[in-house]
T-cell receptor, first 112, second 112 residues
Framework: QKEVEQNSGPLSVPEGAIASLNCTYS??????FFWYRQYSGKSPELIMS????GDKEDGRFTAQLNKASQYVSLLIRDSQPSDSATYLC????????????FGKGNQVVVIP | NAGVTQTPKFQVLKTGQSMTLQCAQD?????MYWYRQDPGMGLRLIYY???????DKGEVPNGYNVSRLNKREFSLRLESAAPSQTSVYFC???????????FGSGTRLTVV
């Protein structure tokens, strides 16, 4: 069973601040990493993918990957109320069959 | 671009009734998946189909069956619904795990 851990509780950030989310994974061989955003009552939406160590930036989002430490993080800069959602970390299952393992998610609340 | 289409969006069943949840994708993806999402439990994989003609059990297959009808369609059947199957069900598809999943809009199922 591949494990993806998102241990932080709900995160409240003031508007304009940086929200930081962390995720650790158990399988050292994993190669592909994803962040999904899920608004209440909606389906998960892919917002970031990262495959190599280091940072990947897309607009106000930055994904960071450290394979040696087996963690991936997501930074949301200049947080907006529209960023209030649950963020799911997902990691590919290297045993094949195109499967992803998902964390349970972190809720982010941006306070105006 | 329809993406992944799920029907129905809402359903109420009585204990013991059967029903089939339909899922279709128009992105020519090889792999398709059925998840359920419950509060505090995250996304749990019920069944998946790595490619047309194959299906495999996920984490929580009991009480469910699936059919990969063709490359586009993957259905989930509840033969005898139980209150424990009250949940939100998501279908997803993927070209390859490296590219993440695309989710359907979900089916909110209540079994009374």
């Amino acid at each position: 069973q591949k494990e993806v851990e998102q241990n932080s509780g709900p995160l409240s950030v003031p508007e304009g601040a940086i929200a930081s989310l962390n995720c650790t994974y158990s399988d050292r061989v994993s190669q592909s990493f994803f962040w999904y955003r899920q608004y209440s009552g909606k389906s998960p939406e892919l917002i970031m993918s990262i495959y190599s160590n280091g940072d990947k930036e897309d607009g106000r989002f930055t994904a960071q990957l450290n394979k040696a430490s087996q963690y991936v993080s997501l930074l949301i800069r200049d947080s907006q109320p529209s960023d209030s959602a649950t963020y799911l970390c997902a990691v590919n299952d290297p045993s094949g069959n195109n499967r992803l393992a998902f964390g349970k998610g972190n809720q982010v609340v941006v306070i105006p | 671009n329809a993406g992944v289409t799920q029907t129905p969006k809402f359903q109420v069943l009585k204990t013991g009734q059967s029903m089939t949840l339909q899922c279709a994708q128009d992105m020519n993806h090889n792999s398709m998946y059925w998840y359920r999402q419950d509060p505090g439990m995250g996304l749990r994989l019920i069944y998946y189909s790595a490619s047309e003609g194959t299906t495999d059990k996920g984490e929580v297959p009991n009480g469910y069956n699936v059919s990969r009808l063709n490359k586009r369609e993957f259905s989930l059947r509840l033969e005898s619904a139980a209150p424990s199957q009250t949940s939100v069900y998501f279908c997803a598809s993927s070209a390859r795990g490296r590219f993440g999943y695309t989710f359907g809009s979900g089916t909110r199922l209540t079994v009374v």
